[in-house]
Structures are given as structure tokens and as C-alpha cells.
Nanobody, 124 residues
Framework: QAQLAESGGGLVQAGGSLRLSCTAS????????VGWFRQAPGKDREFVAT????????YATDSVKGRFTISRDNAKNTVYLQMNSLKPEDTAVYYC?????????????????WGQGTQVTVSS
């Protein structure tokens, strides 16, 4: 069973960019959809984006579409989340999650495997 690890978080000013990475160690993402979720203090965990094994993507509408891009490099067992034009309201812990499925899902409970999260803080 693969372990998921996020990296790339940090502190950035509004309007800046960050690229998050999610890497599978001890296993592979082969056949898995991988999603990004985020959780701000006092709020529920919310869907950001997901990508299937063959590259079909799904984004949370309104909040991130057009600013965030999810991609994957299957040879490196890594999924990326490129975040541009960051806003203070994007501040949250960002988690990657994996599910052995060929379909896209925005639902937290569809993903059985989770990383520990990486903090993203956007200052105004």
C-alpha cells in the first residue's frame, strides 16, 4: 500500500504561486485517481481538484477553476497542483488523497488513502 506525502506548501503573498506535489512511496499510483482537498481552520475539508489515471480532470467550480491546475507524472508517481493568483481565502492545509478508481470524484469519503497535509498560507 502506497504512502502519500505532500510537499511544496509555504507562505506566499496574494497573487503569487505555489506548486504542490503528492508523491507515492512504497507503492504506485497505477490505476488510482488522485485528488487534492483543503481544510481551513474551523471549516470542513473541501474538494479542490482530482485527476484520473488517464488524466481526466475535475475541478471545484468557482473557487479554484482557472487558477489551479492539476497534473500527474505517472512515471514519477507524482501528482501536482499548480496554484496561481493565490488569494488569502486559499489559506488552508492541503491534502492529497488516492482512490483505486477510473472515475473522478469530489467526495471526501470516496478516497481511502490520505497524506498528512501541507500548509499553504497566503498573506494579503
Amino acid at each position: 500500500q502506497a504512502q502519500l506525502a505532500e510537499s511544496g506548501g509555504g507562505l506566499v503573498q496574494a497573487g503569487g504561486s505555489l506548486r504542490l506535489s503528492c508523491t507515492a512511496s512504497g507503492g504506485t499510483f497505477s490505476g488510482y485517481a488522485v485528488g487534492w482537498f483543503r481544510q481551513a481552520p474551523g471549516k470542513d475539508r473541501e474538494f479542490v481538484a482530482t485527476i484520473t489515471w488517464v488524466g481526466v480532470t475535475l475541478y471545484a467550480t468557482d473557487s479554484v477553476k482557472g487558477r489551479f491546475t492539476i497534473s500527474r507524472d505517472n512515471a514519477k508517481n507524482t501528482v501536482y497542483l499548480q496554484m496561481n493568483s493565490l488569494k488569502p481565502e486559499d489559506t488552508a492545509v492541503y491534502y492529497c488523497a488516492a482512490a483505486r478508481t477510473l472515475s473522478s470524484s469530489s467526495r471526501v469519503y470516496d478516497y481511502p488513502y490520505w497524506g498528512q497535509g501541507t500548509q499553504v498560507t497566503v498573506s494579503s
